[in-house]
């Protein structure tokens, strides 16, 4: 398995790939990689096949961090990494620097950005301005270096999913976007790499999300009628709330294609909610 850190070196070692006929299959990552990435990984070699070749990139981006956000000291350990990706199979990795992805070594003189104007306005659009700007902007950029005929990323970060697909599909990127089910503890908690930070009695108090997820969909089976969003809201609020070190962010309850909010939840409907626990803010999303 090898690594490489430049920008150039990874897309002449990409076009080279694609002279020879290989298919390619990226997994973008942030590193501090858990069982939920290897789960992309296998997702990723499925679909290229045995002769395909598998990239993971490992990059802390910082333009879809916010000024109060926890960027540096988002978990980092690129050995260990390292040897997850070589026991998973992995091809090559790629860890570029900033100066590699934001040329000149500083992004705030980046002037170039792509922006996805529809799916990213609510949930984490909202909650995180700029956030989804700063991840179209540099998958668009690791597609352009790794020329992937497969992307797969998580289902834990559904939103996110939709904005890529919208992107792939209104700028005709050459590769087709795979979304793998979120991975979850026995207990219920999404794996995250934030999960890190969840000392002492934080990890049991995270899991009031996955509790808020099963709450709603019991209220959706209690009663035959589409149920009140702005009544659930405040339930869910109140249950999360219950733990000491627990506060919601948001909840939603959304069409699952457009992502457009709903007044009356149904059957078939998806719901999303940020929880900060402790100082960790944590994501979760299920279907309905």
């Known amino acids: ?69 926890d960027f540096s000291r988002y978990p980092r350990d690129l050995a260990r ?58 998958v668009a950029k690791l597609f352009n270096l790794v020329l992937p005929a497969i992307a797969v990323f998580g289902a834990k970060d559904y939103q996110q999913a939709a904005v890529l697909k919208r992107m792939v599909r209104d700028l005709n990127f050459p590769l087709k976007l795979l979304v793998a089910p979120t991975v979850r503890e026995p207990d219920g908690l999404a794996l995250s ?13 995270a899991l009031v999300l996955w509790r808020g997820i099963n709450e709603a969909r019991a209220a959706l089976r209690r009663s035959s009628r589409p149920t009140s969003a702005a009544q659930l809201k405040s339930r869910l609020k109140r249950l999360i709330e ?8 948001y909840v939603e309850f959304f069409d699952p294609e457009t992502l457009a909010p709903t007044s009356q939840v149904r059957h078939g409907h998806h719901m999303a909610l940020a929880v900060i626990v402790g100082k960790t803010r944590l994501i979760d999303n299920a279907a309905l």
């Open 193 to 205: 790499s934030r999960n890190k930070y969840l000392a002492g009695g934080l990890r049991a108090q």
């Open 1 to 69: 398995m090898r690594i490489i850190k430049s920008a150039a070196a990874m897309q002449r070692q990409a076009l080279r790939w694609q002279r020879q006929g290989m298919r390619v299959g990226l997994v973008p990552t942030m590193g501090y990689l858990h069982a939920g990435h290897l789960s992309l990984v296998e997702r990723a070699r499925r679909a290229v096949g045995g002769a395909g070749k598998i990239v993971v990139s490992i990059y802390v981006n910082p333009t879809q961090f916010g000024p109060h956000e």
């Open 242 to 249: 219950r733990e000491p070190a627990a506060r919601l962010g």
């Open 81 to 138: 990494d390292m040897r997850l990706c070589r026991q998973a199979g992995v091809d090559l990795v790629f860890a570029p620097e900033d100066g590699e992805m934001y040329p000149g070594g500083n992004h705030g003189r980046f002037s170039t950005h792509v922006v996805e104007e529809d799916l990213s306005r609510s949930m984490e659009g909202s909650a995180r301005p700029g956030h989804f700007r700063g991840v179209t902007t540099v």
